[in-house]
Nanobody, 114 residues
């Protein structure tokens, strides 16, 4: 079992930046880690993920604006979000995947004002 705790959300104006952090209670070295988001009335969707080997995937709508990274020594994953848009407003969730087991954080709210 691993627990994930997100931080770094908040209110920002359009065009601004935020950096989300996801701290794990144990080693994430073998985990594939990701960030998802869920806006009101919408399904949870993948924003970005980074595999244990370091390869990354991004949703088309964040490419060039968001960057996912990981620090295995700190058991932490980051999501740097630049040029934020009002449509990025959502609760952002950290996800850890090991084998077939998914682990989720409690989420952090990101609100982007126009």
């Amino acid at each position: 079992q691993v627990q994930l705790v997100e931080s770094g959300g908040g209110l920002v104006q359009a065009g601004g930046s935020l950096r989300l952090s996801c701290a794990a209670s144990g080693s994430i070295f073998m985990f594939s880690m990701g960030w998802y988001r869920q806006a009101p009335g919408k399904q949870r969707e993948l924003v970005a993920n980074i595999r244990s080997g370091g390869s990354r995937d991004y949703a088309d709508y964040v490419k060039g604006r968001f960057t996912i990274s990981r620090d295995n020594a700190k058991n932490t994953v980051y999501l740097q979000m630049n040029n934020l848009k009002p449509e990025d407003t959502a609760v952002y969730y950290c996800n850890g995947l090991l084998g077939w087991e998914h682990y989720w954080g409690q989420g952090t709210q990101v609100t982007v004002s126009a």
